[in-house]
């Protein structure tokens, strides 16, 4: 026999014994002996591809997580805009503060208090015009939507609010044109 046929057969990197691991094509029974062998033998090809395997499992146990935990915030979402909620003014966006906070809005209450909830909808934020009424969870925690029952508020009160608005922490409502949904909805 020559040198040339002693060598056996051609060894495998790591990333290609991972890759025949993962391959659902070939038999688990087959997958379940080729990751016994690679455990019992140290050389450095099998530490690595078990070094690979690992971290494969590793990320994708990764993604579960993130995939949970982005159920949950669905779930939490779901459950906050079907329980009961609450009414509000919104005033205006507060600036971000670079800390990647996420987005929050200063509103006034129907009973003259302002809450800064939390507006999880970027186009929400957005779309949002000082004087609109919102819809807030019970607790004013997070700003769930426009209050689609609400009566419309014309472009000169909400003028006024914006004008009054700017710099000034409260609102008086009376200088609004005596509109009744205002002035009833900011009692200062």
């Known amino acids: 026999m020559s040198a040339n046929n002693k060598q056996g057969p051609k060894a495998h990197g790591p990333k290609q014994m991972v890759a025949s691991l993962t391959d659902m094509s070939i038999p688990l029974e087959h997958r379940i002996h080729m990751?016994?062998?690679l455990c019992m033998d140290p050389n450095?090809?099998?530490v690595a591809a078990i070094d690979e395997l690992l971290k494969l499992a590793a990320k994708n146990n990764g993604e579960a997580v993130y995939e949970k935990k982005i159920q949950e915030v669905a779930t939490l979402m779901e459950e906050l805009a079907s329980g009961p909620l609450r009414s509000a003014m919104f005033l205006?966006?507060?600036p971000p503060d670079g800390h990647g906070q996420?987005?929050?809005a200063r509103t006034a209450l129907e009973d003259g208090g302002t809450v800064?909830?939390?507006v999880p909808n970027a186009e929400l934020a957005e779309a949002l015009r000082c004087g609109e009424l919102v819809l807030l969870d019970?607790?004013?925690k997070a700003l769930l939507g426009r209050d689609a029952t609400a009566a419309a508020i014309g472009e000169e009160e909400r003028q006024a609010v914006d004008e009054k608005n700017a710099g000034e922490a409260r609102?008086?409502?009376a200088n609004l044109l005596g509109n009744d949904l205002l002035n009833s909805f900011l009692k200062f």
């Open 138 to 140: 019970a607790q004013a």
């Open 35 to 37: 990751t016994a062998h």
């Open 44 to 46: 450095p090809d099998n």
């Open 171 to 173: 609102i008086d409502g």
């Open 92 to 94: 205006q966006m507060l």
């Open 116 to 118: 800064y909830p939390v």
């Open 102 to 104: 996420v987005p929050r």
